[in-house]
């Protein structure tokens, strides 16, 4: 009996090797990692020769506490972000935001090597650039990972140049996925607790393996410091953009000419079996890839090429990815029945061109809205705006003819009476006007603040 309890008591006090190792790796520290890491993420500074004050690009939500990382002087003409190289010869990722209207973009490596950078390609949709900058020799860089495989409680570390401290790192974990910010088409942020703040807009979200696996792109904050809540775009979603940029200086998105809506409703498509999720088709492209394959408004799009479809910004982001002339197999809902549909991706469209002139407002058509600097028609139920001026805020915030505005402030509109009601309540309230918008299939929610135009 006294052989069992001492043998009881030894394991008791002293823990197996395997159970030391794990409690080991759990206390270890993140600086063997970071000494690797550190000499892949640089610091960048930019200078705009802008009027002093005047205003700055920025993350827009329809959240008042989001904001981005980006670092800026009082004057409005310097700025400065993060960045991390992925290959020995310069080329670097950082917002898009970040760099936007720079007349001279600097880069800082992490032993305080400085390059001037030039802008390879850069695409607002997703808020990514590509710079590059050059060096007589090979240069340290940082191994994209795979960020589908992050779960929440996942170990991360976040590198940047917050409030211009360079080489900053903080440790956290993935607090979520997926997250819908409304700051545009493709939102599916990675969301974190790691300290981030104004400066590290730009810079790599580490996983445990020394992978990147996100860009810090906006915090949630009522001060502009950390509080806890991060957001970082995920660098699968990414791959796609730096490879076009990369190859081409633009992003080519594939587009079949739908506008859709995420379906809420769950189908029955057997005894046993519900469906949930899809989007539903509100309406199509004359002569689209869609029409021309015979999909119509009203039916619900279930899969794609096999692969069930979450909501319209899966459905969209999945759209643009795929290469033009690729044939594409679309599992639809009509009448209660499934149907496979064949058709072959094609190039989305360039922007609709704006109206040049602003109309004046004594002689504007019907339908126009100072405020928003477009003229808004009903079509099938929907308003959509019919014409967008050249100047307006508006024609800024990728807000072009054809479009549907389906919400204002979160409430729908299924009038011009609707969206012009909406638009002067936030005149006369002061503060901006939240659209969302479908364009091209995509929804996006885009932030207006107002400015009065065509009132000459």
């Not at 004057?75 to 400065?80: C, D, M, N, Q, V």
């Not at 720079?102 to 001037?116: F, G, K, S, T």
């Not at 890839?289 to 979450?310: F, H, Q, R, V």
């Not at 602003?358 to 100072?370: M, S």
């Amino acid at each position: 009996m006294f052989r069992y309890v001492t043998l009881l008591f030894l394991l008791l006090a002293f823990p197996s090797p395997v159970a030391a190792q794990e409690k080991a790796e759990c206390r270890q520290s993140f600086a063997d990692l970071v000494e690797e890491l550190l000499p892949g993420v640089v610091n960048i500074s930019t200078v705009r020769q802008e009027a002093a004050g005047s205003a700055m690009p920025e993350v827009l939500s329809a959240n008042e506490y989001l904001r981005d990382y980006f670092l800026r002087d009082e004057g409005g003409r310097t700025s400065l972000g993060s960045g991390f190289l992925i290959d020995s010869k310069g080329y670097i990722v950082t917002n898009n935001h970040v760099i936007d209207k720079a007349d001279e973009i600097i880069v800082r490596l992490a032993d305080d090597r400085q390059y001037n950078a030039v802008v390879v390609g850069r695409d607002r949709m997703t808020d990514l650039a590509l710079l590059k900058i050059d060096a007589a020799e090979a240069l340290p860089y940082v191994r994209l990972g795979d960020s589908d495989k992050l779960r929440a409680g996942d170990w991360i570390l976040a590198v940047g140049n917050p409030f211009g401290l360079g080489g900053s790192v903080s440790a956290g974990i993935v607090s979520a996925k997926s997250r819908d910010i409304d700051a545009g088409s493709y939102d599916s942020f990675i969301q974190t607790d790691a300290a981030i703040n104004q400066g590290s807009s730009g810079g790599p979200l580490f996983n445990m393996q020394g992978e990147v696996v996100g860009i810090n792109t906006a915090l949630f904050s009522s001060n502009g410091a950390s509080m806890g809540i991060g957001f970082a775009t995920p660098v699968n979603l990414s791959k796609f953009v730096i490879e076009q940029l990369m190859s081409k200086g633009r992003v080519e998105r594939g587009w079949i000419g739908v506008k859709v809506i995420s379906n809420t409703e769950p189908l029955t498509v057997s005894a046993e079996t519900e469906f949930h999720g899809g989007v539903t088709v509100s309406s199509l492209a004359e002569d689209s890839p869609a029409a021309l394959a015979g999909i119509e408004a009203g039916d619900i799009i279930m899969a794609l090429n096999g692969a069930d479809i979450k909501n319209a910004k899966d459905f969209s982001r999945r759209i643009a990815e795929t290469p033009t002339g690729t044939s594409v197999i679309l599992r639809i809902w009509r009448e209660r029945r499934i149907k496979d549909v064949t058709l072959t991706i094609a190039a989305m469209p360039e922007p609709t061109a704006t109206q040049e002139k602003p109309a004046k407002e004594d002689t504007a058509p019907a339908g126009y809205i100072a405020s928003l600097g477009l003229v808004a028609e009903a079509e099938n139920h929907e308003v959509v705006a019919s014409e967008v001026l050249a100047d307006s805020e508006a024609a800024a915030k990728g807000i072009k003819a054809g479009d549907i505005i389906s919400k204002a402030d979160g409430k729908t509109v299924s009038s011009v009476e609707d969206l012009s009601s909406y638009a002067a309540y936030a005149g006369k309230a002061g503060r901006p006007l939240e659209l969302t918008v479908i364009s091209d299939g995509m929804p996006q929610t885009l932030i207006l603040n107002g400015e009065k135009h065509g009132a000459n």
